[in-house]
């Protein structure tokens, strides 16, 4: 299977701390992909890091890619409430996206 | 409006039903896929068309039929409801004039099989 691997499945932090989560993958790729899930919601595009990219930036969103450890690492800074939600890794592969399991963030108000 | 609008958004069913979940888009996207989201278990693609008239499977597509009726529309259809298709359900499109594709989401389906 090509599917990524979220670590930790799950993270309760305070508002205001950074968050952390990382991304594992089995093959060579030409980008990574994460989202963002609400609650029951379909998923929404957060950012795209480029498989020639080591780190990109996005607002709050920092997002680092070690191709050479098949790995990705998302970081939200200054975290709010509203960011609580599950945010997924994916790698295009094929024809097709593959999907981690996800990572469960709380932000404590 | 939703970009990719999914109906309906909840459906109960019994065990042996027949039941379609349709997905529209407004995007202008060739590609269309639908995946199942079961807990702890991320998503799993279903089936995935990436134009009119054509269909792949995906990685569980035992109990699923699809058709894409128009570029616009991409259906799923259980023949024989059964429990454990009992799962969130979505529908995706991606645009593959895109150099680095993108997925867009609608707002799933709850299905709840008894």
């Known amino acids: 299977s090509q599917q990524g691997e979220e670590d930790p499945q799950a993270l309760s932090i305070q508002e205001g701390e950074n968050a952390t989560m990382n991304c594992s993958y089995k093959?060579?790729?030409?980008?990574l992909q994460w989202y963002r899930q609400n609650s029951g919601r379909g998923l929404v595009h957060l950012i795209l890091?480029?498989?020639?990219?080591r780190e990109k930036h996005s607002g709050r969103l920092r997002v680092t890619l070690d191709t050479s450890k098949k790995s990705s690492s998302l970081l939200i800074t200054a975290s709010r409430a509203a960011d609580t939600a599950s945010y997924f890794c994916?790698?295009?592969?094929?024809?097709?996206?593959?999907f981690g399991t996800g990572t469960s963030l709380t932000v404590i108000p | 409006d939703a970009d990719v609008t999914q109906t309906p958004r909840n459906r109960i069913t019994k065990t042996g039903k027949r039941i379609m979940l349709e997905c529209s888009q407004t995007?202008?996207?060739?590609?269309m896929y639908w995946y199942r989201q079961d807990p702890g278990l991320g998503l799993r693609l279903i089936y995935y068309?990436?134009?009119?008239?054509?269909?792949n499977k995906g990685e569980i597509s035992d109990g699923y039929s699809v058709s894409r009726q128009a570029q616009a529309k991409f259906s799923l259809s259980l023949e024989s409801a059964i429990p454990n298709q009992t799962a969130l359900y979505f529908c995706?499109?991606?645009?593959?004039?895109?150099?680095?594709?993108?997925?867009?989401f609608g707002s799933g389906t709850q299905l709840s099989v008894l």
């Open positions: 995706a499109t991606s645009d593959s004039s895109e150099a680095n594709e993108k997925l867009f």
């Open positions: 093959t060579s790729i030409n980008n």
């Open positions: 995007k202008g996207h060739d590609r």
């Open positions: 994916a790698t295009p592969g094929g024809n097709q996206f593959y």
């Open positions: 890091i480029r498989s020639n990219e």
């Open positions: 068309s990436f134009d009119v008239k054509d269909i």
